[in-house]
């Protein structure tokens, strides 16, 4: 997965390190823009047990502003974005991999800088009797909710760099 650079970006922008849980980083450059969830859409994408998407829909690679091939192999979290804590990320995946549907709302980054919500619902796909792959569906999210998880999350980010 590849650094963003000052071509993937249009206006102003913060740059920001990010660190994976599998040791890796990468720089992002964000902006302060949003791009409103399409209506009437659902973006769907599969992942292998390790978070690398292996399928996803036209409407994922439209609002991640990537394209499918680059979309393909790689990790799901291309699209963390900075303001997005940690702990949101290991509920999700501690619930899915004990075979439980995981709801929550996630601010993703796009290839562009920009960035757009979701409440995703996220399930383990199980395959004669074992777990193969895991299947995300996001939808438009509720504002009301997004703004108490901004709320939220600012916080848990102050907590994490403590």
């Known amino acids: 997965m590849e650094d963003m650079t000052t071509q993937d970006v249009q206006g102003a922008y913060t740059e920001h390190v990010l660190h994976y849980h ?6 992002v450059l964000v902006s302060d823009e949003e ?3 399409p209506e009437g859409k659902l973006i769907v994408s599969r992942t292998n047990l390790q978070g690398i998407i292996t399928e ?3 409407a ?4 991640s502003g990537y394209t499918e091939a680059e979309l393909l192999g790689q990790p799901h979290y291309i699209l963390r ?3 997005m804590p940690k702990a949101a990320f290991k509920d999700a995946w501690d619930t899915v991999l004990q075979g439980r549907k995981w709801h929550g709302y996630v601010k993703n980054l796009r290839k562009d800088g920009r960035y757009y919500w979701v409440y995703a619902t996220i399930i383990l796909n199980m395959r004669n009797g074992d777990a193969v792959s895991c299947t ?4 438009k999210p509720s504002r009301t ?6 709320a939220l999350y600012a916080q848990l ?3 994490e760099e403590a």
């Open 22 to 27: 599998d040791g890796t980083s990468r720089r």
């Open 60 to 63: 994922f690679v439209e609002m």
């Open 157 to 159: 980010k102050q907590a």
């Open 81 to 83: 974005h900075p303001d």
């Open 56 to 58: 996803c829909n036209q």
């Open 136 to 139: 995300s569906v996001r939808r």
């Open 35 to 37: 791009v409103p969830f």
């Open 145 to 150: 909710q997004v703004e108490a998880c901004m």
